[in-house]
């Protein structure tokens, strides 16, 4: 029996940028889609309201101090920072560069590249999307100086593991259209800078694009079953959101019972769950949301997870949460007003029956 290895996923867009000044509004950071959303229907938890740490600034490191205190007391073993570079150009990353230059804090972390393009979108299907920055692959002399400008991070001590190989995830694995190219070139700089090598995770929202990620070359697969839970509501649902522009609100019980019957537990495929998931901060009306989520019923889902993986090996024992602090998405285990830390305390409560774990 094994311990799992939880992983959060962490996003660090609690700050203001020149891009996001550009794109959106001067001071834009994701509190300002938190801080303007409003219920949608008769008992929508929103607005949300940090509590413990309040509206913070990740500029600050005695907020990432705090933020490292909190995981590492509820169990959580690192922090799996989303990472963007778009051809050399890398944006929201003075969080994890500040993270990585001043050793603090001393709690382990991975990275998972969130490759894909991104958009302001319209919501009118008869105008696109406009494109705010393209996500592109120009080949081997971009993955070598990739490479190199997160090489700092690969040699610290706090990068994650699995059997000595560095933890590294893609958000779109089937994405890159050359990722043979890319492993091979970034396991051979690797060795050559005395590391053992990657172990590369494609993440997916879908099932059926489980084996193609294994097919691709990926050493693992990271399943979070959220959307497809709203993928499979009724048509009348899916009607209303396309016409009325109106949430698809889908009940978190029948998440839970979704997810595990969707779910398929190997060495090589890890879970992805989720205390919550409502985006109408982001996207309002046209929102997906989970309702009737508590405290209670995540620790429900997180006991019966663990079960579930407790014969793998210490290594491949990795469980992600998605997510440490995606407020936007109603998706974080931060403290909040409504229920303060009781959503740690249930992750803390269901890991008190496993042994400490010894890591590779």
Not at 33 to 45: E, S, T
């Amino acid at each position: 029996m094994s311990k799992p290895r939880l992983i959060a996923f962490y996003l660090p867009q609690f700050y203001p940028t020149p891009e996001n000044n550009k794109w959106w509004a001067k001071g834009f950071t994701e509190w300002t889609n938190v801080g303007n959303a409003r219920p949608l229907f008769r008992g929508h938890y929103q607005p949300r309201v940090p509590a413990d740490l309040g509206y913070y600034d990740l500029r600050l490191p005695e907020v990432r101090e705090q933020q490292a205190a909190m995981a590492h007391e509820a169990g959580i073993e690192g922090f799996c920072y989303w990472h963007y570079w778009f051809a050399g150009e890398r944006l929201l990353d003075r969080v994890f560069a500040e993270v990585v230059e001043s050793g603090k804090p001393d709690f382990p972390f991975c990275l998972c590249w969130a490759n894909h393009s991104w958009y302001q979108k319209t919501w009118d299907p008869n105008k696109p999307n406009r494109l705010l920055i393209e996500q592109t692959y120009p080949g081997e002399e971009d993955y070598i100086a990739h490479f190199n400008a997160m090489l700092p991070a690969f040699k610290d001590k706090r990068y994650m593991r699995v059997d000595g190989k560095l933890i590294f995830g893609f958000y779109a694995p089937l994405d890159c259209p050359d990722f043979e190219l890319f492993k091979n070139t970034w396991n051979r700089l690797a060795q050559e800078n005395g590391l053992k090598g990657f172990y590369f995770f494609g993440f997916t929202f879908s099932v059926e694009k489980i084996d193609s990620i294994h097919k691709a070359g990926y050493d693992a697969c990271v399943y979070d079953g959220v959307n497809e839970i709203f993928a499979h509501s009724s048509l009348l649902k899916r009607f209303k959101k396309r016409i009325f522009r109106t949430p698809i609100v889908t009940n978190y019980a029948a998440y839970t019972q979704h997810f595990l019957k969707l779910l398929k537990v190997t060495p090589e495929d890890h879970p992805c769950i989720n205390p919550n998931f409502d985006h109408s901060p982001r996207s309002a009306e046209r929102g997906l949301i989970l309702h009737q989520s508590t405290p209670k019923k995540w620790g429900k889902l997180c006991r019966k997870i663990f079960q579930l993986c407790q014969y793998r090996r210490v290594d491949d024992n990795l469980v992600f949460i998605k997510a440490w602090n995606e407020w936007g998405e109603g998706n974080y285990l931060e403290p909040d007003l409504k229920y303060g830390k009781a959503y740690l305390c249930e992750l803390k409560e269901a890991l008190q029956h496993y042994p400490e774990n010894k890591i590779s």
